[in-house]
């Protein structure tokens, strides 16, 4: 994101920089407590103390490692596409067999097409990596939506890895359900993994928490962790993170507001000068999915036209996977002015094209 982190979050690391030592930093109570506590205040979800996890590297880091935990070489690994491209090259680079799981398209809404999902699953399926909010699409998944995929997932005895790194970044009125927060026997093995990193523009200071209730999967988690020596802390990391759970109830209630604004005007935009992009319907993150395929023009003269005639530089949708030939990911959060620019940038290109 463009935008500042919450005041609290820079006077905590500036008061952090003024003590001159920076020696092994041990998780503190504190710490621990306010991540407790976010997920109580924002999400009505209780939490149990012993079923938080920490990957200090980060979310994409802690995938890694669970997809190598639980699976083998040449194991299936599920995804959803368009998929964010770390997700699959996890399984790629680590020798898995990715298997796609396409989403369809209703009326500009992604939607899971379960018949499909059901038909993924063989005797070498492992893992589901769920991306939760879904990148790019935007779409909050419903609670019975989890459910369907949770009671699939158990009957093939999958493992459930839910990347929900958006879970705060919500259009206001829409409320996330947390893949962890199903309840236990009527899910597989499963564990959720959420960060302070995208919802406070922390990515440079990584900290990832992992949601597991299963004994089992604790155990080999914790061993993986510990013989890392990941079971300390980054001080910084550690410091942005607190401040930001402890302070950023507001700062967060007016990012998405301002997320909303910006993706209304993006909407209006399209619909009034380029009606041919059309925008996916979201209810969540800070990201919009463009699909120009109604242009009728080539993938990457598109690519090329967007960044040599409007200076936009988009994220490339043959990035989430072949469904995304067509389309753009455009990111909203930055402010109004820079969006308008982009946008009217977008359309003159656009037109000299035509």
């Given amino acids: 994101m463009d935008f500042a982190v919450p005041a609290a979050v820079s006077d905590a690391l500036c008061k952090r920089l003024a003590h001159p030592v920076f020696g ?13 506590n976010w997920l109580a205040d ?74 499909q999902f059901e038909k993924c699953f063989t005797k070498r399926t492992k893992i589901l990596i769920l991306c939760s909010p879904h990148n790019p699409s935007g779409r909050v998944w419903r609670r019975d939506e989890l459910e369907k995929i949770a009671g699939i ?58 949601i597991c209730d299963s004994p089992a999967l604790k155990k080999k988690i914790k061993w993986a962790i510990n013989t890392a020596q990941l079971n300390l802390d980054n001080a910084l990391s550690a410091t942005a993170s607190l401040a930001a759970y402890q302070s950023g109830h507001q700062w967060l209630d007016s990012l998405n507001a301002y997320l909303k604004r910006n993706r209304d005007y993006l909407e209006g935009f399209l619909k009034q000068h380029l009606p041919q992009i059309q925008l996916a ?36 949708g043959l990035m989430f996977g072949p469904p995304g030939e067509g389309f753009f990911r455009i990111n909203l959060a930055c402010s109004m002015s820079l969006l308008s620019k982009a946008m009217k940038n977008i359309k003159a290109a656009l037109n000299e094209k035509a």
């Avoid at 092994?24 to 407790?36: G, P």
């Avoid at 997932?153 to 790194?165: A, F, K, T």
Wanted: glycine share 4%.
């Fill in 281 to 316: 319907k979201a209810q969540g993150t800070y990201l919009a999915w463009l699909d120009f395929r109604a242009l009728n023009i080539e993938h990457q003269e598109l690519a090329r036209l967007l960044v040599e005639k409007a200076g936009v530089g988009l994220y490339d």
């Fill in 24 to 36: 092994y930093t041990f998780r503190s109570d504190e710490f621990i407590q306010a991540i407790l």
């Fill in 42 to 115: 924002r999400f009505d979800w209780q939490v149990a103390r012993s079923h938080l996890l920490f990957y200090p590297p980060g979310t994409v880091a802690a995938i890694n490692c669970l997809v190598n935990l639980f699976s083998e070489v040449g194991d299936e690994v599920i995804v959803h596409t368009p998929a964010y491209p770390p997700l699959m090259n996890i399984v790629k680079q680590n020798q898995r067999v990715l298997v796609e799981s396409p989403l369809v398209r209703n009326d500009r809404t992604y939607q899971i097409d379960f018949d």
């Fill in 153 to 210: 997932c158990r009957q093939n005895n999958v493992l459930v890895i839910s990347d929900e790194v958006h879970a705060d970044l919500t259009l206001p009125g829409i409320k996330h359900c947390h893949f962890n927060r199903l309840a236990e026997e009527s899910r597989p093995p499963s564990v959720t993994l959420i960060s302070s990193c995208k919802t406070f523009n922390l990515a440079a200071l990584p900290q990832s928490t992992l």
